[in-house]
């Protein structure tokens, strides 16, 4: 990680769904992961009071001990019947979806491959595996193809990678990626931000890319377009057997609060009911991306709902953009990292409930502005 010092950001009030209060002013802001805006729905509102009225907050025990209730199991088969998986588990959140996965294979995994510009809890979930970690090069096959060539024939080695990479809006080309995966080996794929947005149905970076495989442990988070918190790893019956006999993570904490359960089940109920918002998410998406191009700038052809977009990295370029983002009402979101040293890098995420003016206003402060690169 870079010697940077970080410093939480200025505190963002929300006046409604789209606009924050910021040093008097009101803003139109475009951040956040709730790409769905499922957050502020009322059946996901009303399930979550209702849950808490009549099962309480919290198991206050693990899953394996007398934590269970019979909410984690309904979700549970809610989100393996949404993402056509044979089986899910819920974690506490997607960080530490990704770490319990990851623990559950200790001991079975001879080397790990990670893209290298992989989510944080993937590196760190990673070093949990008492084996060597190498990098490949960002969503390049070749590469990837090269360095598992490499691996003894007795290697079992787990590549890791985002589906969706929040960073860009790319996606792993997930299809080519388990084509070069040996018999032996597993990949686990971070769909925080794909699960939900990619596909037609919504089931994320597999469906988008049309590649299902047994060999893909698929991890979500319950925080992005599904609205509410948690997370889930959607994967084989034999892996969750592995992570319930093999995860000290997952036996030793205390599973989502009930209320933020019932939340999800009933954010997944619209989203199986609904997809006029994906549909709307798409199609806003595609209306930001087309204006900017249409100008000239390049951006990934994906439909990721993220423009991310850079100017020069000159302190007094980043001052007149956020000051040229401020005259057209817009809140200028800076995306800065622990491990990404940029801090002329802004990125804008499009939400399905955004209105047509509203994309349209945030397309004219991005073209107008000089010197704008993807
Ligand atoms: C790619 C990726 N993976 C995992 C996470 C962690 O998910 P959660 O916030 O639910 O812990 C995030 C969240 O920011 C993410 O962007």
Redesign the pocket.
């Known amino acids: 990680m870079p010697q940077t010092r970080y410093k939480y950001a200025e505190t963002l009030s929300w006046t409604d769904e789209f606009h924050v209060l910021y040093r008097g002013r009101e803003l139109l802001c475009f951040a956040g ?1 709730d790409y769905l805006r499922l957050s502020a729905h009322p059946a996901v509102r009303s399930a979550i009071n209702d849950t808490l009225a009549r099962h309480g907050l919290t198991v206050a025990a693990s899953r394996i001990t007398t934590g269970n209730h019979q909410l984690y199991s309904r979700l549970e088969q809610e989100l393996a019947r949404f993402a056509n998986a044979e089986t899910a588990v819920l974690a506490p ?6 770490l319990i996965a990851t623990q559950a294979v200790a001991g079975k995994v001879t080397h790990v491959l990670v893209d290298e510009r992989a ?1 944080a ?2 590196l760190d979930a990673a070093r949990l595996l008492e084996c060597p970690i190498a990098t490949f090069k960002h969503r390049h096959v070749d590469d990837l193809k090269r360095q598992l060539n490499h691996l003894p024939a007795s290697a079992r080695p787990l590549v890791m990678t ?1 589906g969706l ?2 960073g860009d809006g790319s996606i792993a080309p997930l299809k080519e990626q388990i084509a070069v995966l040996p018999p032996t080996g597993w990949l686990l794929l ?1 769909d ?2 794909g699960f939900g947005v990619l596909g037609k149905h919504g089931r994320g970076t597999p469906e988008w890319s049309g590649a299902q495989s047994k060999q893909v442990i698929q ?1 979500v ?4 377009a599904v609205g509410v ?3 889930a790893i959607l994967t084989s019956h034999a892996h969750a057997e592995r992570i319930l006999s093999g995860s000290r993570l997952f036996a030793g904490s205390t599973p989502m609060p009930l209320p933020l359960v019932g939340g999800a089940l009933a954010a997944l109920k619209v989203l199986n009911a609904d997809s006029a918002r994906r549909k709307r998410l798409v199609h806003n998406a595609a209306r930001i991306k087309n204006a900017i191009r249409s100008a000239g700038i390049a951006l990934p052809d994906t439909p990721a709902p993220i423009v991310s977009v850079q100017i020069d990295s000159a302190p007094s370029a980043v001052d007149r953009f956020r000051r040229h983002l401020l005259a057209h009402g817009i809140y200028p979101t800076s995306a800065r990292y622990p491990g990404t040293a940029a801090s002329n890098r802004f990125r804008f995420v499009i939400s399905s409930e955004h209105s047509v003016e509203q994309i349209d206003q945030l397309a004219k402060a991005l073209v107008t502005f000089p010197g704008l690169r993807p």
């Open positions: 992961c959140n997607g960080y530490t979806a990704n989510h809890s993937l985002d990479f929040a971070d925080a931000h991890t988070s319950l925080s992005k918190f948690g997370g």
